[in-house]
């Protein structure tokens, strides 16, 4: 037997499946806001930091599309948690080239704008960290799988 098809991160359930229209659309929806805020930023002719923004929207979908023609390598789950490290890389650069900075008319606000940077910042740890817990959970826990599975393999 292979040992690495018994590993956590190629196990697959049920669910895992790569659909084009949700994974290109979830990439996108992950990272849109980083084209609207390279507009924003070129707008207001601060073209250096809108190059940052557009380079992290670019290297976020870069890796979506690297992914996906490597999926017949790659399990969907391994490759949705390389997307979501790879945008917990380019997100906080992301926020806080154009929305975390300082205040200059009420310096006293800046805690906030800091306190909310590093919640943004790690909206994707967390959510892998969870993904991982769970895939742990389920792989350490084989017969505790769903309903529908439970009432295929029950007589």
């Known amino acids: 037997m292979n040992p690495s098809s018994h590993s956590i991160l190629n196990s697959s359930t049920q669910n895992d499946h790569w659909d084009t229209t ?3 659309l979830g990439a996108l929806g992950a990272s849109c806001w980083f084209v609207g805020s390279a507009v924003a930023l070129a ?3 601060q073209l250096a930091l809108a190059s940052i923004s557009l380079s992290s929207w670019m290297i976020a979908i870069g890796t979506s599309f690297w992914l996906w023609r490597s999926r017949d390598r790659i399990g969907v789950f391994s490759a949705r948690i390389v997307l979501m490290f790879v945008l917990s890389l380019v997100m906080p650069l992301v926020w806080y080239t154009s929305w975390d900075r300082p205040i200059d008319a009420m310096p006293s606000l800046n805690w906030i704008r800091n306190v909310s940077g ?9 959510i892998i960290i969870c993904l991982l817990a769970e895939k742990c959970y389920s792989f350490a826990n084989p017969s505790r799988g769903s309903d529908r599975e439970r009432r295929i393999t029950m007589p």
């Open 118 to 126: 590093i919640g943004a910042s790690s909206i994707y740890p967390l």
């Open 43 to 45: 707008w207001r002719g």
């Open 22 to 24: 949700g994974w290109f």
